[in-house]
């Protein structure tokens, strides 16, 4: 979760390109997510020990900055709030399961722009949970993603999946990753009222990690065992996507709206798409690129209409 904008302290001169660099660092690192996976599943790496191993790695990170530069902070946290932390690190850890096991069955380019109409799925779901209504341009922004939704799944196209060719199944799971970060970011604004934005994601992170690892004991995936290059890409996964690309949006976000941070970040599937053509020689085809375009487009049509901060999604894959 990410905080609010917010101007910087008037003590500290800060070069106005300093944060739309970080935009630009924090879109190359998200932009990996999808092609490292990729690399993990293909020597062997569970989808489930995947997403247990970003979580544990960015933990394991932060725990010391975390516990050295926020003492005072940690002990006023309660047990509500550990209790909200657990509930969203448990959606956070099926966002994760749900989207990376996609990228077995269908192409990336699909996986990465489904996944990221994660904005569409709160702006449907404000009026059921927080009462909020629909504008016109939110409903043309879901009328249009919709539409795209739809050729991205009539194209059919899988590219080179590591487990078997299934874009109906990889697509649903996509999806259904992209309505739990959209559940994850709903809870996390309950909690993050009350918390940093450092102490909120290591709670959280925490709390996903460890219902993750105990996910992977009890299905009994294989963890040990597997070639050395799964270890590498499992690493890079929580280090690169994770934290350089969640910590770069983060800095950009104390200068500029969140509501243009959300809109930047809908650039992150051009980037996987064209790192998929280069390492993964996934092309895509007319369907997938103008359904993809339509996803994109409705997206940021529905998202000018909403709140800055309501649709903020840095860390979603």
């Keep these: 979760m990410t905080e609010q904008a917010r101007p910087a302290a008037p003590s500290v001169m800060v070069p106005n390109w300093r944060p739309y660099a970080a935009l630009v660092v924090g879109l190359m690192a998200v932009s990996t997510a999808a092609i490292l996976v990729r690399f993990a599943q293909d020597h062997g790496a569970p989808s489930l020990v995947l997403a247990a191993a970003r979580l544990c790695v960015a933990t394991v990170v932060l725990t010391p900055i975390v516990l050295h530069r926020y003492q005072h ?67 043309l922004g879901l009328l249009l993603a919709f539409g795209g939704g739809v050729l991205v799944g009539l194209s059919g196209e899988s590219g080179t999946p590591p487990t078997r060719s299934d874009p109906l199944l990889g697509n649903g799971l996509a999806l259904a990753g992209a309505l739990m970060a959209a559940i994850y970011f709903m809870i996390g604004r309950r909690l993050r009222a009350r918390l940093s934005v450092m102490v909120y994601i290591w709670l959280v992170y925490g709390a996903a990690a460890i219902v993750m690892l105990a996910v992977v004991a009890v299905s009994g995936q294989q963890v040990g065992g597997l070639p050395s290059e799964a270890y590498v890409w499992m690493l890079l996964l929580g280090l690169v996507p994770q934290l350089i690309g969640h910590s770069s949006f983060n800095y950009a976000l104390g200068f500029l709206s969140a509501a243009y941070v959300s809109l930047v970040i809908l ?51």
């Design 73 to 139: 902070e940690l002990r006023t946290v309660t047990w509500n709030d550990l209790k909200w932390a657990l509930l969203a690190g448990i959606v956070l850890g099926v966002h994760f399961s749900t989207w990376i096991t996609s990228l077995e069955y269908t192409a990336v380019v699909n996986s990465v722009v489904l996944v990221t109409t994660n904005p569409l799925w709160v702006a449907l779901l404000a009026p059921v949970f927080l009462g909020e209504r629909l504008g016109r341009w939110t409903v």
């Design 267 to 317: 650039v992150e599937p051009v980037g996987t798409g064209l790192l998929a053509i280069i390492f993964l020689d996934e092309w895509p085809v007319g369907l997938q690129l103008i359904g993809s375009a339509l996803i994109l487009v409705g997206v940021g049509v529905a998202s000018q209409e909403q709140p800055v901060g309501e649709l903020e999604s840095p860390d979603q894959t």
